[in-house]
Nanobody, 124 residues
Framework: QVQLVESGGGLVQPGGSLRLSCVASGGTFSTRAMGWFRQAPGKEREFVSSINSSGSTKLYADSVRGRFTISRDNVKNTVYLQMNSLKPEDTAVYYC?????????????????WGQGTQVTVSS
């Protein structure tokens, strides 16, 4: 089984930055694509970004492209989400997820394991 633990969330002003981290244990992290999703109050969970197993290919939602950057360190079993130019609409609980396979994907049914989430609040 794969366990995922997110960290790095918090309160930030509009235009500010945060870096989220997700540490994986108990499985073959380096063979899995990883993803970030988010869920705002009263809304469905939505795709944010994903990265393939090697880190060579990345995918972003239109709403975050150009502002967020996903990366991974397979030695540390960690995936990151660098979040710049944050907007109030980025406020949500952010979840890390590990895919069934090696390729990045947008849909939630491609992901086998999920973290507990970390809160990101963007407000002045």
């Amino acid at each position: 089984q794969v366990q995922l633990v997110e960290s790095g969330g918090g309160l930030v002003q509009p235009g500010g930055s945060l870096r989220l981290s997700c540490v994986a244990s108990g499985g073959t992290f380096s063979t899995r694509a990883m993803g970030w999703f988010r869920q705002a109050p009263g809304k469905e969970r939505e795709f944010v970004s994903s990265i393939n197993s090697s880190g060579s290919t990345k995918l972003y939602a239109d709403s975050v492209r150009g502002r967020f950057t996903i990366s991974r360190d397979n030695v540390k079993n960690t995936v990151y989400l660098q979040m710049n130019s944050l907007k109030p609409e980025d406020t949500a609980v952010y979840y890390c997820a590990a895919a069934y396979g090696t390729s990045w994907a947008k849909l939630q049914n491609n992901y086998a394991y999920w973290g507990q989430g970390t809160q990101v609040t963007v407000s002045s």
